[in-house]
């Protein structure tokens, strides 16, 4: 009896403790699929956003910070807490859940810069302690309640630039203690600016609104360009404000009457002007019938156009000329002979053309022939800005890229000095219209050109630690010296452009990746270097330089696959590019890493290591074994096409 009783509390103990296991087990695996308390509140956060694949590796199965490491893509982590999000260029849009991310302990800094979120700005006051909110180049829009900021007294930096944000600034952020960096600059704000008080204030930026009154002292000592394209503003650093006299309905009517007239003489005036234009337009066009276009009387013609719109007048070249005092060229190269911008201004010069940024020029100045390239949409730049960054792009020095001999800075234009190239552009050399004198490019100056580009782009990725460290890669700006060495020119300028006009213009905001994910990545310009390859192999220009953005349909790669899937390969090429006899193995071989450096994945491209190493490896003879003693089938893989065959006559 004694024995079976101790043998039923035995049974008894082991079930207890098979059940505590049980319970243990089931604890631990629903506290391990819940998550943490922070990896809940950032995927609530997720949940409310619309194109959010850019942030698809955010997941219960790994913690979101491991002391200052972030396992999830734009987390910022500091002492293993959640110290911020950096979600930028991304195409992110919907809803911002605020609430998801106040309960973050450690929660101080939001960046959502260059993303596609819209409507009213969201009540960032829930997230008090932040100490920096980036929303930069988005599409809020809307009046900004006075008090949006009120009690957020660790925020140093605001920026709200590029948006369509209307109505006054609000009152409430001039009374934040710790404010140091504000961007306002490129929205639709009316009214006075508020009268900031904060003594660390380094930087604010108002530019292009619709701002009136005076300039608060606080921000005197702030450049002109913070408070550029306000027409209503006034006081250091700008114009002195100008009362306006008291207004009487005598006073009004008489106005009225004066501008009325004023109107009138205007219109009249306008008239007169035009008829003259056009009578001159007709009498310059007959006489260019009659005279070359090179002649010397034409190209002092076209430098005193430009020296009007640069200068605001023709300087005169006899010794009664009015001395004016033209502003100073900076030069950043020692081994070129140094003048000054009058000299510049009074040189004989022609018309280079005029491209998506500017206009350039040819200059001969003491015997020396330069080129001048003026910028029209670098006018948000800040004066040291653009000094300090032209003079890190005076410091590179390589045998592929066109010096920058010399700058001018101006607030409202630019230019930039280079020596000249003597053969021209390669675009000129595929797509221009050849006499029956001069050929097309061979194959072996092409091989030529595509290995300099190749080095010049990889001395900017070891040199320049940016994104996209070229940025505007084509065949336009891939100049030719006299022994066709190819010098790459409008490089790192992408940092200097305005935001919408580089969304617009450059190369690198036509790639795949910004088309899908709105940035770029550091194999954007390897996938224009692979249109650049098939374009010279080719001789097609390609429609996407044309396109305001990625065109699937109108990609020189897409063209190229298909062709290739269609066993039409010996069509591809350049029918004018010449001594390719012994080197269509070499030839394929180009064709086939062209294709990859254009894939649509950036991943998935060769990085710049592997497109040096596989272009030096060709030599422009023939390789035998590429073709294989029998037949001539040959493998290419790229765009994210599966493998295929194709042939090609030898």
């Known amino acids: 009896m004694v024995m079976a009783a101790h043998v039923a509390m035995l049974a008894r103990a082991s079930t207890s403790s098979l059940v505590l296991l049980i319970l243990a087990f089931v604890l631990s695996t629903v506290v391990t699929s819940s998550g943490s308390p922070d990896s809940d509140a950032l995927l609530k956060f ?30 910022l982590c500091f002492n293993g807490g959640i110290w911020g999000l950096q979600l930028e260029h991304m195409g992110l849009a919907g809803n911002i859940d605020l609430d998801a991310l106040a309960p973050l302990p450690s929660f101080r800094t939001l960046s959502l810069m260059d993303n596609n979120f819209d409507g009213p700005l969201p009540d960032f006051k829930k997230l008090g302690k932040l100490k920096a909110l980036y929303l930069s180049n988005n599409r809020f829009s809307g009046d900004i ?11 140093k930096r605001l920026f709200l630039a590029n ?11 001039a009374t934040l203690p710790k404010l140091t960096e504000l961007k306002l600059d490129g929205n639709q704000f009316e009214g006075q600016i508020p009268n900031f008080q904060q003594k660390g204030m380094k930087t604010a930026n108002v530019a292009n609104n619709e701002l009136e009154g005076p300039i608060p002292e606080a921000l005197s000592r702030l450049t002109p360009n913070s408070f550029a394209g306000n027409k209503g503003l006034c006081g250091p650093p700008l114009g002195p404000c100008i009362p306006s006299p008291p207004s009487t309905p005598e006073a009004h009517g008489k106005k009225f009457s004066i501008l009325y007239i004023v109107i009138i003489i205007l219109i009249v005036l306008l008239l007169l002007a035009a008829i003259a234009f056009a009578f001159l337009l007709f009498s310059r066009n007959k006489r260019r019938t009659q005279r070359s276009a090179s002649s010397p009387e034409n190209s002092n013609r076209m430098m005193s156009s430009y020296c009007r719109d640069v200068h605001g007048e023709m300087p005169e070249t006899n010794s009664r000329s009015r001395k004016t005092d033209p502003g100073k ?13 009058q000299d510049l201004l009074r040189a004989s010069a022609e018309v280079l053309g005029s491209g998506t940024f500017g206009s350039s020029y040819k200059a001969v100045v003491g015997g020396q022939p330069v080129v001048v390239k003026r910028y029209r949409h670098m006018n948000n730049v800040e004066r040291e800005e653009f000094h300090e960054h032209m003079r890190r792009i005076g410091r590179l020095k390589h045998e592929n890229l066109l010096p920058l001999a010399a700058y001018y800075y101006r607030r409202d234009e630019k230019l930039l000095v280079t020596e000249f190239a003597e053969n021209g552009s390669l675009a000129s050399h595929l797509h221009g219209n050849h006499s029956l004198e001069e050929e097309g490019l061979d194959w072996h100056i092409r091989l030529k050109i595509i290995k300099g580009v190749a080095r010049g782009l990889a001395f900017l990725y070891n040199h320049l630690p940016i994104i996209a460290p070229h940025g505007h890669l084509k065949s336009s700006n891939v100049l030719l010296d006299e022994s066709f060495e190819p010098l790459l020119t409008d490089y790192a300028l992408r940092p200097l452009i305005n935001p919408e006009h580089a969304h617009m213009f450059m190369m690198a905001y036509k790639s795949p990746e910004y088309a899908q994910h709105g940035r770029s990545s550091n194999k954007t310009d390897i996938w224009s ?6 374009e010279i192999l080719t001789g097609k220009f390609p429609e996407n330089y044309l396109t305001p953005g990625y065109n699937s349909d109108a990609d020189l790669a897409t063209w190229v696959n298909n062709m290739v899937k269609e066993k039409r390969t010996s069509e591809v090429f350049d029918k004018e590019m010449l001594g390719t006899k012994n080197s269509k193995g070499e030839m394929i071989k180009l064709l086939k890493i062209g294709l990859s450096c254009c894939e649509k994945e950036f991943e998935s491209r060769l990085d710049i290591k592997e497109v040096i190493d596989k272009i030096e490896e060709l030599k422009g003879d023939d390789d035998e074994d590429f073709y294989g003693s029998e037949g001539n089938a040959y493998s290419v893989r790229g765009n994210n096409q599966e493998g295929f065959s194709f042939s090609m006559d030898r």
């Open 46 to 75: 997720k949940e409310q956003l619309v194109n959010n694949e850019a942030i698809s590796n955010w997941n219960l199965s790994v913690n979101p910070c491991e002391r200052e490491r972030s396992n999830w893509v734009g987390v």
């Open 529 to 534: 270097f692979g249109i650049l390859i098939l």
């Open 145 to 155: 309640p006075d008090k949006a900021f009120e009690g957020m007294g660790s925020l």
């Open 329 to 341: 060229l900076s030069f950043l190269k020692d081994d070129i002979e140094k003048f000054d911008l």
């Open 163 to 173: 948006n369509l944000l209307t109505g006054k600034i609000p009152s409430s952020l």
